[in-house]
């Protein structure tokens, strides 16, 4: 499924009156985990802006230990502090790299903000080397702005 008929899906399940904020977040990730195949791991993490940390939130793929991230660790940590979208091609060449599993290969995270503010991010793990495109980063930013919506009072 292409990105542009992905949207109105993304758009469907934000709007679903049923559906607690997790379901709608869990369903988001588990559309994009089904929908295209080089996102192996898709997820969310939450900003704590007082202990300076980001915490798991829904996600789809394998279980992590990474359930709490310091601000300035790893791709998400680093992230929370830049404000600024992250692409890895090859998480193996990366520095600052925690590392989830071996199978992992590259990584995008995308910032999410609510009235300007950096409250999480949205994770993608692929098993595939460089997959990921301007295409990619201009879909997830989209996806972010509708769940932004899930967080405006």
């Excluded at 542009?4 to 994009?32: A, F, G, H, M, Y």
Aim: net charge negative.
């Amino acid at each position: 499924m292409t990105f542009q008929e992905l949207q109105p899906k993304v758009t469907e399940i934000t709007l679903n009156t049923t559906q607690s904020r997790d379901k709608k977040l869990l369903s988001i990730c588990q559309l994009l985990s089904d929908s295209i195949d080089y996102y192996n791991w898709v997820g969310f993490y939450f900003a704590n802006h007082e202990s300076k940390t980001l915490h798991l939130g829904p996600y789809v793929g394998a279980e992590t230990d990474h359930t709490v991230i310091p601000f300035g660790k790893g791709i998400c940590g680093q992230v929370a502090v830049s404000n600024e979208n992250f692409v890895v091609p090859d998480v193996a060449a990366q520095d600052n790299y925690i590392a989830c599993s071996f199978t992992v290969k590259s990584e995008i995270v995308v910032p999410l903000f609510v009235n300007g503010e950096n409250i999480g991010q949205i994770d993608i793990d692929s098993h595939v080397l460089d997959p990921f495109t301007k295409d990619d980063e201009l879909f997830l930013e989209f996806v972010n702005k509708e769940v932004a919506q899930l967080f405006v009072k």
